[in-house]
């Protein structure tokens, strides 16, 4: 990891300031540049890294959310429109985006992408947490690297196809190109498979993941996780994992983004005549301040008492309910009558 650590390729330590960060960033940048080191490939390839890595650390937020999550490969999917708060969490994870660590286009296709559901409470939700996923994905069989050929043995080009993957065949004054029926497309045929993997090339594989279940994530929010997926067939790269986040709603709150609604009812006098409540807050409870004359479905608002991130406070926003009372006392009743006549 130490390689890819974006601390190390800017020579900085964690605890620079941003200043640093960027110093570090200039001189290596300048040093690095093409124009200094004119058909150079590594210099190339380093200034990319350093790029990169000064895309994260230079931004105070990417850098928060880098530290926490450390070098974990995620990045974020908007799947319902609310990609703000994710983006900002993940960005910066893609290392593939940027050619590391990924395999070039030819050679064998890449495995399946894998889907998993992450189940997390209201309140974890809320504060954030970390949770173990287990899922079963298939994985390079190490005893053919893939091959699928029993070891000293190797696969032979498919005599029906010539190793084409493709037989063309002749139906009446047309021609149609199908998938070579014996060898199902792959263009080779194994004579003696591998024991182990039954000439699949692949084997199961039990996964175990820590994911992050970031303070403020929603329901039905994803994160793709680059290369957790299946193996490919003959040794193809791994696919990727995609996490879905299913969260429980609460029997109080609602949550929207960092914002927490809630309905509250408050007596009849204190509506009129304004006060203080006690309301329920994913924090404990809280005084809020009541002004005289609030109508029912008024919206209180308490500041900071919603989901917090490293960066951001969500709020509360209580709606008003004027509690009337189903039952009243004889000396209740005559003040009511009371405050009536002098209403009216
Ligand atoms: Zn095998
Ligand atoms: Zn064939």
Same mark, same amino acid.
């Given at each position: 990891m130490a390689e890819d650590d974006f601390y190390s390729i800017l020579g900085v330590s964690k605890s620079a300031t941003?200043?640093?960060?960027?110093?570090?960033y200039r001189s290596l940048a300048a040093k690095h540049h093409p124009d200094r080191n004119p058909g150079d490939k590594s210099s190339e390839e380093r200034l990319k890294q350093i790029n990169e890595a000064y895309e994260v650390l230079g931004d105070p937020e990417k850098?928060?959310?880098?530290?926490?999550? %450390?070098t974990a490969d995620f990045q974020g999917i908007d799947m319902d429109g609310f990609g703000d708060l994710?983006? @900002?969490?993940?960005? $910066?994870? %893609?290392?593939?985006?940027?050619?590391?660590?990924?395999?070039?286009?030819? %050679?064998?296709?890449? $495995?399946?992408?894998?889907?998993?559901?992450? !189940?997390? @409470?209201?309140? !974890?939700?809320?504060?954030?947490? !970390?949770k173990e996923i287990r899922y079963n994905r298939r994985t390079t069989c190490e005893e053919c690297s893939g091959s699928g050929a029993a070891p000293g043995t190797s696969p032979s080009t498919c005599p029906t196809c010539r190793g084409r993957g493709q037989v063309v065949r002749s139906m009446g004054f047309m021609s149609v190109a199908q998938t070579c029926p014996t060898c199902s497309g792959q263009g080779?045929?194994? %004579? @003696?498979?591998?024991?182990?993997?039954?000439?699949?090339?692949?084997?199961?594989?039990?996964? !175990?993941?820590?994911?992050?279940?970031?303070?403020?994530?929603?329901?039905?929010?994803?994160?793709?996780?680059?290369g957790a997926g299946s193996a490919g067939p003959r040794g193809g790269p791994h696919g990727d994992l995609i996490v879905v986040y299913s969260v429980e709603p609460h029997h109080i709150f609602v949550r929207r983004g960092l914002h927490v609604y809630m309905e509250h009812e408050i007596p009849f006098s204190v509506a009129v005549l304004g006060g203080e409540i006690e309301v329920p807050t994913m924090r404990g409870n809280s005084m809020v301040k009541v002004s005289s004359g609030t109508e029912s479905g008024a919206v209180l608002r308490m500041k900071g008492k919603g989901v917090h991130t490293d960066s951001r406070k969500g709020d509360q926003l209580v709606r008003v309910k004027i509690a009337v009372p189903k039952k009243t006392t004889k000396q209740q009743r005559e003040y009511l009558k009371d405050f009536e006549s002098v209403f009216t």
């Open positions: 941003q200043d640093e960060i960027k110093k570090a850098r928060a959310n880098y530290d926490r999550w %450390g994710f983006g @900002s969490l993940f960005r $910066g994870f %893609g290392f593939d985006d940027f050619g590391f660590g990924r395999r070039g286009r030819a %050679g064998p296709p890449p $495995g399946q992408t894998l889907r998993v559901t992450i !189940e997390a @409470s209201f309140d !974890e939700a809320f504060f954030g947490t !970390e080779q045929t194994i %004579g @003696s498979p591998c024991p182990k993997c039954k000439g699949t090339g692949l084997r199961k594989d039990a996964q !175990e993941l820590k994911i992050p279940v970031p303070a403020g994530v929603e329901d039905g929010q994803a994160v793709r996780i680059r």
